[in-house]
């Protein structure tokens, strides 16, 4: 019953931005940590970023900070990554997940996410 739908995924020119959405729905998003991974062809899923439950805390991997932001909106039980410098080396399917919130949460680790979603495809052309 639990759904995560990403949207706003594309096609865009190195440089470019893209702001991609993923609104969940079946859990109590709030008390969720929320998670963005990636992966590419021939690659494994990376971490990309997290946001607490509260939105009180984010957390981006080395290669995407200062140029990625994530952001929720608990009333809207959505979590956003606004993707900006766009390189082409950024390519991949892009996921969002939802961790339950707890005394200790490992957020890089793909595993410690309950809930995933289906993707959505970002191409970055050079």
Excluded: H
Excluded at 15 to 44: D, H, I, V
Excluded at 55 to 76: C, L, M, P, Q
Excluded at 85 to 108: F, I, V
């Amino acid at each position: 019953q639990v759904q995560l739908v990403e949207s706003g995924g594309g096609l865009v020119q190195a440089g470019g931005s893209l702001r991609l959405s993923c609104t969940a729905s079946g859990l109590p998003f709030s008390t969720y940590n929320m998670g963005w991974f990636r992966q590419a062809p021939g690659k494994e899923r990376e971490f990309v970023g997290a946001i607490t439950w509260s939105g009180g805390s984010t957390y981006y991997a080395d290669s995407v900070k200062g140029r990625f932001t994530i952001s929720r909106d608990n009333a809207k039980n959505t979590v956003y990554l606004q993707m900006n410098s766009l390189k082409p080396e950024d390519t991949a399917e892009y996921y969002c997940a939802a961790m339950r919130s707890g005394r200790a949460s490992y957020y890089t680790v793909a595993g410690f996410y309950n809930y995933w979603g289906q993707g959505t495809q970002v191409t970055v052309s050079s």
